[in-house]
């Protein structure tokens, strides 16, 4: 069974689309992130959930939405689409939020590469 | 902002060689994660450090949490052609931040 799933593993798209990516976690974990891998593989936090609430929300532009409606989900919505938002999407869950002082083995899922035209 | 600067950032290696990595933060942590993403992949956790000075294994990996915390260690001994990929090194902790990343290829 996969622990940290995302659909699609591909997305081409259009500039000014909107789009949706999806993610599950099967591990019974209440924090859930998502990150960016940019096309020199740099990996940035852009937001956290823990038991569905936003903890974390980097400085992402507000075309990208968060939306948990459960512990186990996590999905992410773009709005009006831009080329530098061609990247790689990771999702990630841990046990717990990680905090200072205290960190927590993070799940990646397999990566959403987002192409945009 | 806040940066973990990885080094080398890409190595080219012979199989059977033993390789070294570096990650440091002008910060100070607490807890040191390394990680290795393998090609179309996301990351998995190698090895994780609780404390300084602490020298960790797993396997043919070897990590070093810095005296200083400001700092880490990851050493593979001889290299197989399933290591490459790349590694970030993070703390792990409330900073969601990762290296910049050592892109390692083994030529078999």
């Known amino acids: 069974d996969t622990a940290v799933s995302q659909t699609p593993k591909y997305l081409v798209t259009q500039m000014g689309n909107d789009k949706s990516i999806k993610c599950e976690q099967n591990?019974?974990?209440?924090?859930m992130y998502w990150y960016k891998q940019d096309s020199k593989k740099f990996l940035k936090i852009m937001f956290s959930?823990?038991?569905?609430?936003?903890?974390i929300n980097e400085t992402v532009p507000n075309r990208f939405s968060p939306k948990s409606p459960d512990k186990a989900h996590l999905n992410l919505h773009i709005n009006s689409l831009e080329l530098g938002d061609s990247a790689v999407y990771f999702c990630?869950?841990?046990?717990?939020?990680?905090?200072?002082?205290?960190?927590?083995?993070?799940?990646f899922g397999p990566g959403t590469r987002l192409t945009v035209t | 902002g806040q940066q973990l600067n990885q080094s080398p950032q890409s190595m080219f290696i012979q199989e059977g060689e033993d390789v070294s990595m570096n990650c440091t933060s002008s910060?100070?942590?607490?807890?040191w994660l390394w990680y290795k993403q393998d090609p179309g992949e996301g990351p998995v956790l190698l090895i994780a450090?609780?404390?300084?000075?602490e020298l960790t294994s797993n396997g043919r990996l070897t990590a070093q949490f810095g005296i200083t915390r400001k700092d880490s260690f990851l050493n593979i001994s001889a290299s197989i052609p399933s290591d490459v990929g790349i590694y970030f090194c993070?703390?792990?902790?409330?900073?969601?931040?990762f290296g910049t990343g050592t892109r390692l290829k083994v030529l078999a």
């Open positions: 450090l609780y404390k300084a000075g």
């Open positions: 959930y823990n038991n569905k609430e936003l903890i």
């Open positions: 591990l019974g974990h209440d924090t």
């Open positions: 990630a869950s841990s046990q717990a939020a990680l905090i200072a002082g205290r960190s927590y083995e993070q799940y």
């Open positions: 910060s100070i942590f607490n807890t």
């Open positions: 993070t703390p792990g902790t409330y900073k969601y931040i």
